[in-house]
């Protein structure tokens, strides 16, 4: 299990068992081997120490690293004692513009979802014309996971000479500040 295999390094750490790179790279490597959907606090532990791992500064951050891996440790045993934090679904989907085989022009749409309550953020006003008179007409009653799922399904593949690309779905953490 990934995070009672983070929990020994982070003790082992604490008890000076393994040094920081040991414990780092035993979750890294155990982290590539998680399947790809997996709760957004299992992404930020991941990704946190691999950013922590590449920023490690030498004796004179120490300070500095011991609070950043602390923190790193306190989210790793919230997650286990099913403290998780608040979480939305979002959608993002690009449209291209091309001309002769290169891409122009690129727009994107994000539609953030929590609790029944969207949000569509977009630069482009025909697509926040159309996404909106989409969303209008979907099942609100659904989930938010599934919501965003057919939402994704009846996206138009063109719009005003604009392709529809890549799209996506996927489980965030809630930043304090959003939705």
Not at 18 to 42: K, Q, T, W
Request: charged share 25%.
């Amino acid at each position: 299990m990934f995070i009672g295999h983070c929990i020994k390094l982070c003790s082992q750490y604490e008890g000076m068992e393994v040094d920081y790179s040991a414990a780092s790279a035993s979750i890294i490597a155990a982290g590539r081997e998680l399947p790809l959907h997996v709760h957004p606090m299992i992404r930020d532990i991941v990704a946190s120490v691999s950013y922590l791992d590449e920023d490690w500064r030498e004796d004179d951050q120490a300070e500095e690293n011991r609070i950043r891996w602390d923190n790193i440790c306190k989210l790793i045993n919230d997650y286990a004692q099913n403290r998780w934090a608040p979480t939305f679904w979002c959608l993002m989907a690009t449209y291209l513009q091309a001309r002769e085989g290169k891409i122009i022009a690129g727009y994107g749409i994000r539609v953030n979802r929590v609790l029944g309550k969207a949000e569509l953020l977009t630069g482009n006003d025909s697509l926040r014309s159309v996404v909106n008179e989409l969303m209008g007409s979907l099942n609100a009653d659904q989930t938010d996971e599934w919501y965003l799922h057919n939402l994704a399904r009846v996206l138009p593949g063109e719009l005003d000479g604009l392709t529809l690309g890549e799209v996506a779905v996927s489980e965030e953490i809630k930043p304090v500040t959003r939705l």
